[in-house]
């Protein structure tokens, strides 16, 4: 079975230039998570979505992220415009969404380096 | 708030030998998870092992296992036998069980760099 895929893998762009990133979750997982990995640091929440519904954007900075999940599969994370502090790994990660452990598994992550 | 405390940011253990990296947390559930997730270079997070806080009998999986103490509020995991391939930084992560906002989300140690000796 295919894990969490995510694209792309590395992307290096200039301040105040837009940037997405995709991913693909585990097939029949009905949550997705998107984090932020600074580094040396663990990963922090940024959405998470249940099917196509955001239930979980407490920390996600609107002011120039979004986020979506149309039809319930496929997600896209958008920075616009990207400051340098964004420079990051971004790691989507997908579950079943059932009660108990619901493990998360994660993508490989896409590593964010703004110029 | 929950917090995850993992208080050495590095280790070493040679080869074949056993190694026990900690974890601290603190929150006033009583229901949760705590896991432990290897992230080698390559970045992928990998589970390593989970437990259940209403669980007394400690996770094991191979040459992994755990040293759940949930008075004390540790989560230690040990790694015998080590090979080369343990090599990779272990993050120790909680997630409340109870239902309503912030239920699913995980919240990560800082890490552990692990190193092993050949």
């Known amino acids: 079975e295919a894990g969490v895929v995510q694209s792309p893998r590395y992307k290096i762009i200039e301040k105040k230039q837009p940037v997405a990133f995709w991913c693909n979750p585990i097939?029949?997982?009905?949550?997705l998570y998107w984090y932020r990995q600074n580094l040396g640091q663990g990963p922090e929440l940024l959405i998470r979505?249940?099917?196509?519904?955001?239930?979980?954007d407490s920390q996600l900075p609107k002011d120039r992220f979004s986020a979506e999940r149309l039809k319930g599969v496929d997600s896209t994370l958008k920075i616009q415009p990207a400051e340098l502090g964004d420079s990051a790994v971004y790691l989507c990660?997908?579950?079943?969404?059932?009660?108990?452990?619901?493990?998360?598994?994660f993508g490989p992550g896409t590593r964010l380096t703004v110029l | 708030a929950q917090t995850v405390t993992q208080s050495q940011p590095e280790m070493s253990v040679q080869e074949a030998e056993t190694v026990t990296l900690s974890c601290t947390y603190d929150?006033?559930?009583?229901?949760?998870?705590l896991f432990w997730y290897k992230q080698p270079p390559s970045r992928q997070m990998i589970l390593v092992i989970r437990q259940e806080a209403y669980k007394q009998q400690n996770a094991t999986e191979n040459r992994f296992s755990v040293n759940f103490q949930k008075a004390a509020k540790s989560f230690s995991l040990k790694i015998s036998d080590s090979q080369l391939g343990d090599a990779a930084m272990y993050f120790c992560a909680y997630r409340r069980g109870a239902s309503g906002a912030g239920s699913y989300q995980l919240t990560f140690g800082k890490g552990t760099k692990l190193s092993v000796i050949p």
């Open positions: 990660a997908s579950s079943l969404g059932f009660r108990g452990p619901d493990t998360q598994y």
């Open positions: 929150t006033s559930e009583s229901d949760y998870y």
């Open positions: 097939s029949g997982h009905n949550t």
């Open positions: 979505y249940e099917n196509e519904e955001a239930v979980d």
